[in-house]
């Protein structure tokens, strides 16, 4: 049974950082992409980061470009999303999923991390 549990969220300040990880089970991340998705109250959830199975080739939405890193651990079959330089408009709940730049189980949502930037 695929699994993904987000961990790491929490209260920052507007240009603070965190770092969100992602425990992924029931498949080999080594074989597989996976992306961050982010949703605030009121919108649709958004693409922040994906990264191919290999590790290459990040893509990263443009309004966390330079300011998110997206990494992952095979070994630990663990996804993360470093954050720097956070900003109010990046508070939203956070979520993994496999797959590069669209979920690849949509009905295996985690409960995702909330993070809340605010002063």
């Known amino acids: 049974q695929v699994q993904f549990v987000e961990s790491g969220g929490g209260l920052v300040h507007p240009g603070g950082s965190l770092r969100l990880s992602c425990a992924a089970s029931?498949?080999?991340?080594?074989?597989?992409?996976m992306s961050w998705y982010r949703q605030a109250p009121g919108k649709e959830r958004e693409l922040v980061a994906g990264?191919?199975?290999?590790?290459?080739?990040?893509l990263y939405a443009d309004s966390v470009k330079g300011r998110f890193t997206i990494s992952k651990d095979n070994a630990k079959n663990t996804v993360y999303l470093q954050m720097n330089n956070l900003k109010p408009e990046d508070t939203a709940v956070y979520l993994c999923?496999?797959?590069?730049?669209?979920?690849?189980?949509?009905?295996?949502w985690g409960q995702g991390t909330q993070v809340t930037v605010s002063s």
């Open positions: 029931g498949f080999f991340l080594w074989r597989s992409a």
């Open positions: 990264i191919k199975s290999d590790g290459s080739g990040p």
């Open positions: 999923n496999a797959g590069f730049a669209y979920p690849q189980h949509p009905n295996s």
